[in-house]
Each structure stands twice: as structure tokens, then as C-alpha cells.
């Protein structure tokens, strides 16, 4: 498949389509292991349906979080700035500004998201602030061949890329700052976004250092199930993936919470390359549409890869039925 060079002009805005669920959006996380503390942060617009999706997540030490989520109203598709939060584009395809200036719910436990209606009711609301500086460790790459997410062009994305990063800056909540130091990925896609299109999909990050780490993505989309792909990174080499299997644990009730995960990637010259690792924080979010609910459960990850210690944020998205997970028994 080859890496597949994304164009400068992709780190900016695309002109939407036609299609209803037309999605461009962005995402950024930070993982520090040793604190517990990490960042997810998304925002996706859907200007024909006249709103942005907004998602600035922390998780904070001892299973709490704080969360902000809105539905922000959007007339256009020139820029990702809404509801307080904004991405700056400071060099193309190298160094993104990401700053955020609201409030958020503080929650006791991140899994109180279970029940979104009562945990903000429930939850005190704080005032939340950051400005967080990503700078790409490797050039940026796409999941299919730069054209999009191989297998899902038409429920998840058209065109897509994305890249592990340093990140640097500071988080504000409740009027405590946290210095931040480490490494995280950031994504970009464009294209129709039907949550509740896929039956699931696994994506599992990590990275033991600047030089070394992994992205895996395996996915079902109807009958059809993708042989996955992702990259791995060794001694700050990209290899891109074009087979992955994620076996993963649950627990024995409802809501049925992944708890660790074997992840085996094939990179293009054949090489199967392993890790495996353990759920340390969990916080799940949702999307209801006509009835039917598409969880995606963002997990905390400790991982061991190639024999060193690792951290990401894995997504596990499911489309639920009577509370269980589509893809429980294949990943």
C-alpha cells in the first residue's frame, strides 16, 4: 500500500457535500501514565445538520473526570472554533494550537457517563480551561492509503490522516493547572460520519516514547469484516499495517467494560508485531440516533510493547443491543 502523502491544503477546511451526515472533524489526546491524567478532545462539524460536535474530555487521577459536551450551532464549515474550544493550524502537517475556554462537568467517577442525564445533574460545574501545542513526532499518514479509512468511505470518512505527537501547554480545572509534558496522536477526517453505521470498530493507540509506539484499527461494517490496519513505529520508523486482530476481555455483567486487550498488527512485509495490556480508566460516551445508541466506550490503556511500557486511549464503539456490545465476541 505505500504511504500515500497527504496534501498541505488537507490540514485546512474541506468544501461539505451534499451527503445530510456530512462530518469534518478533529482530535487530540495526551496520556500521561504515571498521573493518571489525560485529554481527549474532538470536534466535529456537521454543518448541514447546523451543529458542531464538541468533546473536550480530562481524566483525572483515582477513576474522576471532568467533561464538556455540546451540540454548538455552526452556519459554515471555515473553521473548527465553537462553544469556547478552537484548533489553529500553526504550521500544515506539523504543529496544530488547540485552546479551550468554558466549563465542564466534574465527575466522581468517569463511569457516572453511564447515565449522561443524571451525572450532570448530579455534578458540579467548573470552570475549564487549556491551551495544549502538538507537534507531529513522524509525518502524518492515513489508515488507507491517504484515501480515507479503508472499508468505511462511506460511514466514517472519505479522507483521513492522523499521527502520533509531542504535546506541550497547560490544563486549567476548577483553577488548578496542570504543566503538560508528553506524547499523544491527533486525527483529521472529512466525509459522511454514521455513528451508528458500523456494528463496531476497535482503535487502539500507544506510544513508550517519541521514537516508538502503534495505532490499530480493526472494524465490522455489516457483514463485512476488515482485515484492520494501523502503523507501527520502532526507533522512529513507520511501518504501515494491513492486518490487525484485537482479542479483547470484558467484564461478566452489564455494561460490559473491556479490561484488557492482545492486539497482533502485520505490517506490510509480513511481520506480526504484538502487544497486550490492561483498561485503567474508563469513560463512555454515546450518540442516539432514531432509537438506536452507538457507544463508544474511551478507554485509559497501559500497554507492553516490544518489551517496553506504554499509554494510549483506545475507542471502542458499539452499536448496543439490549446493553450489549456488537463486537464483544470477535474483538
Request: proline content about 5%; overall charge negative; some cysteine.
Amino acid at each position: 500500500m505505500g504511504i500515500t502523502p497527504i496534501l498541505a491544503d488537507d490540514e485546512y477546511m474541506h468544501e461539505p457535500t451534499g451527503h445530510p451526515q456530512f462530518n469534518e472533524s478533529a482530535y487530540y489526546n495526551f496520556v500521561d501514565g504515571d498521573s493518571g491524567f489525560a485529554v481527549l478532545i474532538r470536534m466535529g462539524n456537521r454543518v448541514n445538520e447546523g451543529h458542531a460536535e464538541v468533546t473536550v474530555l480530562l481524566y483525572l487521577p483515582g477513576g474522576r473526570a471532568a467533561i464538556r459536551f455540546d451540540r454548538a450551532q455552526i452556519d459554515s464549515n471555515d473553521a473548527f472554533e465553537a462553544a469556547g474550544l478552537r484548533f489553529e493550524v500553526v504550521e500544515p502537517l506539523r504543529k496544530i494550537k488547540v485552546t479551550f475556554d468554558g466549563t465542564g462537568y466534574l465527575l466522581e467517577r468517569g463511569t457516572a457517563l453511564e447515565d449522561p442525564k443524571r451525572a450532570f445533574a448530579d455534578s458540579p460545574v467548573v470552570p475549564v480551561r487549556l491551551e495544549l501545542h502538538y507537534d507531529n513526532v513522524v509525518p502524518v499518514y492515513g489508515l488507507g492509503g491517504g484515501s480515507g479509512i479503508e472499508g468505511a468511505e462511506d460511514s466514517i470518512a472519505v479522507g483521513h490522516y492522523q499521527g502520533p505527537c509531542s504535546v506541550k501547554g497547560w490544563v486549567e480545572v476548577g483553577g488548578e493547572r496542570r504543566e503538560i509534558d508528553g506524547l499523544g496522536f491527533r486525527d483529521h477526517s472529512w466525509g459522511p460520519r454514521k455513528w451508528q453505521g458500523p456494528r463496531y470498530w476497535r482503535w487502539i493507540s500507544c506510544m513508550t516514547d517519541e521514537r516508538n509506539g502503534f495505532v490499530a484499527w480493526s472494524q465490522r461494517i455489516g457483514d463485512a469484516r476488515a482485515p484492520g490496519n494501523g502503523m507501527v513505529l520502532r526507533d522512529g520508523f513507520v511501518e504501515l499495517v494491513n492486518k490487525v486482530t484485537v482479542e479483547s476481555d470484558y467484564t461478566d455483567s452489564a455494561p460490559y467494560y473491556a479490561t484488557g486487550m492482545r492486539v497482533s498488527m502485520w505490517t506490510e512485509a509480513g511481520e506480526r508485531v504484538e502487544a497486550s495490556g490492561s483498561v485503567f480508566h474508563v469513560v463512555p460516551l454515546r450518540n442516539r440516533r432514531d432509537g438506536e445508541v452507538a457507544r463508544l466506550a474511551e478507554y485509559l490503556v497501559k500497554l507492553d510493547y516490544q518489551g517496553a511500557t506504554g499509554y494510549g486511549i483506545s475507542e471502542y464503539h458499539d452499536r448496543m443491543t439490549d446493553g450489549v456490545p456488537a463486537g464483544m465476541t470477535e474483538a
